[in-house]
């Protein structure tokens, strides 16, 4: 195949595999930005102060975009779904092959567009991945990093929108029409139930984003006041010309996309943590129905409770009790998934390899994560805790822990499907158990520092008292984050080794039930995704397309 | 031979593919081939039509949000041309129905004329719509004259971009059928981007009447 | 095993470590500190327990329920509905009842108006300091333009000088409020956002640009409190701090007359 029909390949293996490695590389990134990061709080004045405020600023505005959009985004959904979402239910192909293309090619434009904003003058923006107005909106009298760095940032989300609808697009037409005979909705493995909601949310959350986008665009560029109030004045200078607008508009656009995409964030690293368990607990996933209204649960009430973002913004406090309310709420059907992924595993026959212990390691952080939010969730108790050390804390167990593992156990999993090779398991096994525990020796006391009030996006800590006395904890942290980073290469090397060199795997070496691990080329589905242990069956696992003559209850 | 029926040259030749079987949504009854291809296209297009929807969404509220917050907000006098523009796409819709409605009847010409006057029309809409931003820019008025204007001139230059999207389909499928490549596959992609068109016409509507009574 | 051995140890720890209160909140210092204190440690042992009996049961499933050598399949079942039912019932009131109970907290500080007695002071913060200005003894706030603004001058409010009843507003770089006494907060911002934080009150509140957003308390012990800005600003954010001192409220008649007698 020549060398440009492979690189715009229309095969959505080849693009999972695209997206895939489009990710890794954003998470290699990200994480040497934050080690940076980790490394200046600790070392104000290393290399002569060279770490600047603007460029921890930047750092951190690059490393949360590059996290939230390109790989937590970009791998649970786009790179496992394009490549097993037509495999798991019988079709031969995504509904739109070229289209899927164009839009892993439209991501990595995006990609492409919002690195540049590290070499142009002034650099890479300061104003967070939220880039709240006005901050974000005045241009380069508002800092360092504002002037084209923050255009390039926001016209890099634009083109990450308009992929991500081209993607969803993919998706839904796929589950919806393309389903093989006997592949009903309730017979579908619980991941396609995950990127068929996570589709639909995005579809909904981008083009939120895409439109509040424009409008910042136009406030920076068109002298438009969409966000901008009257009144403004910076450096001696008063801006002309502005007035009427709310930078609390611009809080109620992001947030309405923003709290969506958490959740697009996690929910098909549920489905797979529901996959994973259940093949290698040997028994049906508990309560698969419960499971799926779960799922749609949390995608609906994800669109309403916004405002918990908002809490000490300056909106009506009253809507934020119907915010608190509904926030709360959204922990049911999470608790329920919990429920439901414990009793998968008890009564089953655990084993446990890699792939099993991240899916359970998966539910241990995700707990940890989801509790914090249940502090956060309440306006009382925000009135501290916002925008403190607790929220990075809480965010980054669920997202970059809780989702990580999601795709950690996906990777281990599905490697033999995509590569025809297995990971090394011993590697596996050290990688995890270095990670587990060390993702809890970094977050956890990152709550701590938030419980004494550390101020979050803070550059340094040597001009507030209170905060000289936890240096300690910070340093702990520090070194906690390094000897994660460190446990990734394990991950690195195990995964580039591997794919030339690691033992050849069979079409189903975990022994499971889904049809991504058989060749048929035109399945025809009996049973459910999660028959293990049925006793009509002659071995612990019936496969979906085994002949109808099995017992079973799907 | 009676007057209406068609020439020899129009009817399509060979026997008429077999309509695609509509097995309903979620039975996973196997879909392999071309009705697969048709009812995907269709998901495909509703869920674009939803994405759309929640732009559109976003910017009205901002547009309520903004209008209500401050009370710089002044009306807008709109130019006159977005009647007649709003006019030119309705009839192009028009158009276009009626050419396919030319084509189940398998009179392969009546399509071809019916179909390019459609999409002449639309290109029409476009080029009014560029005229009704040249009277306003030539009256003082541009984006950051008012919050007004503003929302004028974002809502008006997205929908044209959408439009231009339609456009591009239909004129995709002009050509297709001027060079008479048009077989049955590409029956759906006819009518994917007619409702898309009709779509952008209620679009439309929607605008004007949020534009007129609230802008 | 190890995972397990790992999840135990972490159910313990994490719980002593929030025990301990060895990274805690400073000492609260009004009402509101104290009433904010009692939801959090009810919020903090329910989550507590969640976690602790969350990471516990995950480890014994795991020892429990190994798979060791050809001892039979797994247990075949699709779920039961009544403990669905039940679990998914008393998670919904626990999370609910926990909402209900911190809805008075919040509403005594949001929904109820300063007391008509509050003394008012006004907050501009900019990047990267704060202002807090004080009516002077004609209880008058004097009026304001951007065009007067000098921060070189010390004029950062941008006092208008022609205006009779600017000539006594004292504007400081540190806020100073009489203990027992209900102070009204107005807080404004002249550039960015930015968010106005002091631990012990336990209260925080963001400075929107255009708004102008009423925060009230009153002080029931004397002390200096950090201010740390707690909404990224901009470079400075690190930087942008000062103090509240609440004093008795002859030190602060006494602080605000010599304040007059300067401007004189």
Avoid at chain 1, 166 to 179: E, H, P, Q
Wanted: glycine share 8%.
């Amino acid at each position: 195949m020549t060398l440009r029909r492979r690189i715009f390949s229309t095969d959505h293996r080849t693009i999972g595999k695209q997206y895939y490695f489009l990710g890794l590389f954003s998470v290699l990134l990200g994480v040497a930005l934050s080690l940076v990061m980790r490394y200046h709080v600790v070392h104000p004045k290393a290399l002569g102060g060279a770490i600047s405020p603007e460029l921890y600023l930047s750092l951190m505005t690059m490393h949360g975009t590059l996290m939230v959009f390109f790989v937590l985004t970009v791998v649970p959904q786009s790179a496992f779904g394009n490549y097993f979402l037509p495999l798991q239910i019988g079709a031969r192909e995504m509904a739109f092959p070229r289209l899927n293309m164009f839009s892993f090619w439209t991501t990595a434009a995006s990609l492409a567009v919002l690195l540049s904003a590290f070499f142009v003058e002034g650099g890479a923006p300061i104003s967070g991945w939220t880039a709240y107005p006005p901050l974000s909106a005045v241009g380069r009298i508002a800092g360092p990093g504002e002037g084209l760095g923050q255009t390039l940032w926001i016209v890099s989300i634009g083109i990450f929108c308009v992929a991500s609808v081209m993607g969803s697009i993919n998706f839904v037409a796929t589950i919806a029409d393309l389903r093989c005979k006997g592949m009903t909705l309730m017979r579908m493995p619980l991941p396609c139930w995950s990127w068929l909601i996570t589709a639909l949310l995005s579809l909904l959350a981008f083009a939120v984003l895409l439109g509040a986008a424009v409008l910042l665009l136009l406030d920076r560029s068109a002298g438009t006041s969409f966000f901008l109030p009257a009144g403004l004045y910076f450096n001696d200078t008063a801006i002309q010309g502005r007035a009427g607008g709310s930078p609390l508009l611009w809080q109620h656009l992001f947030w309405f996309f923003g709290h969506p995409e958490v959740y697009i964030a996690i929910i098909p690293g549920m489905g797979i943590v529901s996959h994973v368990l259940s093949a290698f607990s040997r028994k049906p996933v508990f309560g698969y129905r419960a499971m799926v209204y779960a799922m749609v649960a949390i995608a609906f009430l994800g669109f309403v409770v916004w405002g918990h973002h908002m809490f000490m913004s300056g909106m009506s406090p009253y809507s934020a009790v119907a915010f608190s309310l509904l926030t709360l709420a959204i922990g049911v059907p999470s608790a329920i998934k919990t429920f439901n992924w414990m009793g998968t595993m008890w009564g089953g026959r655990l084993r446990f390899t890699t792939a099993m212990l991240f899916a359970i390691g998966f539910v241990s952080v995700f707990v940890t994560g989801g509790l914090s939010g249940i502090v956060l969730g309440q306006p009382a108790l925000d009135l501290y805790f916002h925008d403190t050390a607790f929220v990075v804390a809480h965010f980054h167990m669920i997202m970059g822990v809780a989702a990580t593992f999601g795709i950690f156990a996906g990777t281990f999993f599905w490697f033999p499907r995509m590569f025809g090779r297995t990971l090394n398991e011993r590697l596996g096994k050290l990688h995890f158990y270095l990670t587990f525990a060390g993702v809890y020796a970094l977050f956890i006391p990152m709550h701590l520092l938030g419980l004494a009030g550390t101020p979050r996006r803070y550059s340094d800590f040597t001009s507030v008292d209170f905060l000289g006395a936890l240096m300690p904890l910070h340093r702990f942290i520090t070194h906690a984050a390094y000897t994660v980073a460190a446990a990734q290469l394990i991950f690195v090397v195990n995964l580039f080794w591997s794919l030339k060199k690691g033992p050849r795997a069979g079409v189903n070496p975990w022994e499971a039930t889904t049809l991504e691990w058989t060749d048929a080329a035109h399945p025809v589905v009996h049973h459910g995704p999660y028959e293990y242990s049925s006793p009509g069956a002659a071995a612990d696992f019936t496969m979906q397309t085994d002949a109808p003559n099995i017992r079973s209850e799907a | 031979m009676m007057k209406n029926m068609p020439a020899a040259r129009d009817v399509v030749q060979g026997p008429p593919p077999p309509p695609p079987v509509d097995r309903g949504w979620g039975d996973g009854d196997g879909n392999d081939g071309r009705g697969a291809d048709r009812r995907a296209s269709f998901t495909g297009l509703f869920v674009l039509l939803a994405a759309t929807i929640m732009v559109f969404a976003a910017l009205t509220s901002a547009f309520i949000v903004r209008r209500g917050m401050s009370d710089d907000w002044t009306s807008l006098h709109k130019p006159p041309i977005l009647w007649v523009n709003t006019a030119i796409l309705l009839a192009s819709s028009f158009l276009l129905d009626i050419s396919r409605r030319a084509l189940k009847a398998r009179h392969r010409t009546k399509f071809n004329f019916w179909w390019s006057a459609g999409t002449a029309l639309g290109i029409l809409f476009l080029v009014g719509q560029a005229f009704a931003w040249r009277q306003l820019r030539n009256q003082g008025v541009f984006i950051a004259t008012n919050p007004s204007s503003s929302f004028f001139y974002v809502l008006t230059a997205a929908h044209a971009l959408h439009l231009l999207g339609g456009v591009t389909a239909l004129v995709y499928v002009d050509v297709q059928a001027l060079r008479l490549r048009l077989g049955p596959a590409k029956r759906t992609a006819i009518d994917i981007s007619a409702i898309y068109w009709h779509f952008l016409d209620a679009l439309w509507i929607y605008l004007m009447v949020l534009m007129y009574v609230w802008g | 095993m190890l995972l397990a051995a790992i999840l135990g140890a972490l159910a313990a720890g994490v719980v002593w470590l929030f025990a301990a209160k060895i990274w805690w909140f400073p000492p609260g210092i009004d009402a509101h500190a104290a009433a904010y204190d009692e939801q959090f440690l009810r919020t903090i042992i329910i989550c507590g327990v969640v976690f602790f009996l969350a990471q516990a049961v995950l480890a014994i499933v795991l020892v429990r329920f190994r798979q060791r050598g050809n001892q039979g399949r797994a247990r075949y079942s699709h779920g039961d509905r009544r403990l669905e039912f039940l679990w998914t019932v008393t998670t919904a009131i626990v999370f609910l009842g926990l909402a209900l109970a911190g809805t008075k907290l919040w509403a005594r500080v949001h929904f109820d108006e300063a007391p008509a007695d509050a003394l008012p002071i006004e907050v501009t913060a900019k990047q990267f300091t704060w202002s807090f200005r004080y009516a002077g003894p004609d209880e008058k706030f004097g009026r304001t333009a951007l065009r007067f603004i000098n921060d070189a001058a010390g004029n950062p409010v941008g006092l208008d000088g022609a205006d009779p009843a600017s000539r006594d507003d004292i504007v400081s770089a540190t806020l100073r409020v009489p203990v027992n006494r209900p102070v009204k907060l107005i807080l404004r911002s002249r550039d960015v956002i930015h968010s106005f934080f002091v631990r012990e009150l336990r209260l925080k509140q963001d400075l929107v640009p255009g708004m102008d957003i009423p925060l009230h308390f009153q002080a029931e012990r004397t002390g200096t409190f950090e201010v740390p800005c707690s909404e990224l600003c901009g470079l400075g954010h690190s930087q942008m701090r000062t103090t509240m001192q609440v004093m008795t409220q002859r030190e602060f008649d006494a602080w605000l007359a010599a304040r007059e007698a300067q401007k004189r």
